[in-house]
């Protein structure tokens, strides 16, 4: 079998290729932010000591690690129409599902770095006159940011692979963008092996950025 790449060409990429692109990036974005925002709700909610908060934000970061990703998108596209009564579309249906599913890894991540800060500056803050909520927020939740700042982009990285389970759903990424094209000049292997190739480049960029990001965070230390 002869291989010719010589079809994806700039006007080939950006027809197929970049709005797939653009969709995985912005899945990627949304799913870590909302992921690190109601992450770090559930670690709190775990390390708050309280019952009745510790055991449903455990059960629902256990229960959502449990499962794999695909199911988890493809019983989010299915079942939440059926209960709303309409459509939600795949890319909304894919950002919900990502912040959803991500949110009980970054939380697992948040956890660490919360309990990775001193308790003497947590004591501190109280002896001080703050409220829990004071400490977290001035205190803590700042140095645990920093801290668990190299993990937090890895699990971004790994997210951004992930964007690539949409197609169980039609929703068009990155990776639907190279298909498509594929099928469109009839050369299905030459264009999964540029996807991969694109995935690899783009993902070992960001983890050479992670390495050096980690390099100045233990010099800060």
Request: with cysteine.
């Amino acid at each position: 079998m002869n291989l010719d790449f010589s079809f994806l060409d700039g006007s080939v990429l950006s027809s197929f290729v970049l709005k797939g692109l653009i969709f995985s990036v912005q899945l990627t974005l949304i799913a870590m932010v909302g992921g690190i925002l109601l992450g770090t709700v559930l670690a709190l909610m775990r390390l708050s000591g309280k019952k009745w908060l510790v055991m449903p934000a455990a059960f629902y970061v256990n229960t959502l690690r449990s499962i794999p990703l695909v199911m988890v998108i493809l019983w989010f596209f299915l079942l939440i129409p059926l209960l709303i009564g309409q459509p939600m579309g795949a890319e909304l249906s894919a950002m919900i599902t990502f912040t959803v599913f991500e949110a009980a890894y970054f939380s697992e991540i948040m956890r660490a770095g919360i309990q990775s800060v001193p308790k003497g500056q947590v004591n501190a803050g109280y002896a001080v006159g703050m409220t829990y909520g004071q400490t977290m927020q001035l205190i803590v939740l700042p140095q645990a940011f920093r801290n668990m700042l190299p993990v937090l982009m890895t699990q971004t990285i790994i997210l951004f692979q992930d964007t690539s389970l949409v197609y169980a759903i039609g929703a068009y990424d990155l990776l639907k963008g190279f298909e498509v094209a594929g099928k469109n000049f009839n050369r299905p292997v030459e264009t999964y092996l540029v996807a991969a190739v694109v995935y690899f480049v783009i993902c070992f960029s960001l983890s050479m950025l992670v390495r050096r990001l980690q390099k100045k965070i233990a010099i800060i230390r």
